[in-house]
């Protein structure tokens, strides 16, 4: 069974930094893509960046570019996403994704997992 599970979430304050983790388990995604998508109350879900496998090209949401910094350790699986000067606009559920096509166009992605809340207070 394939998991992939988020950590890192919690509450920040305005121009502070965190930083997400996604380890999945059932099966290796060194060739694949994987990423981070964020779904806001209210709002659909959307990119925020992505990291291709093979490549290690890295993607970024436009709002996001210069502040949040992703990663991956395909030896361990994993991929980070550090964020910095956070902004309470960022506040949602932050979600890890892999085996999505790149660039990314949609928030389609065969693999998911359950989320993690980031919430940034002003």
């Known amino acids: 069974q394939v998991r992939l599970v988020e950590s890192g979430g919690g509450l920040v304050q305005a121009g502070g930094s965190l930083r997400l983790s996604c380890t999945a388990s059932?099966?290796?995604?060194?060739?694949?893509?994987m990423g981070w998508f964020r779904q806001a109350p209210g709002k659909e879900r959307e990119f925020v960046a992505a990291?291709?496998?093979?490549?290690?090209?890295?993607y970024y949401a436009n709002f996001v570019k210069g502040r949040f910094i992703i990663s991956r350790d395909n030896a361990k699986n994993t991929i980070n996403l550090e964020m910095n000067s956070l902004k309470p606009e960022d506040t949602a559920v932050y979600y890890c994704?892999?085996?999505?096509?790149?660039?990314?166009?949609?928030?389609?992605?065969?693999?998911w997992g359950l989320g993690t809340q980031v919430t940034v207070s002003s």
């Open positions: 994704a892999a085996r999505f096509r790149l660039p990314v166009t949609t928030a389609n992605s065969e693999y």
């Open positions: 059932g099966r290796t995604f060194s060739s694949d893509a």
């Open positions: 990291i291709a496998g093979s490549t290690s090209t890295k």
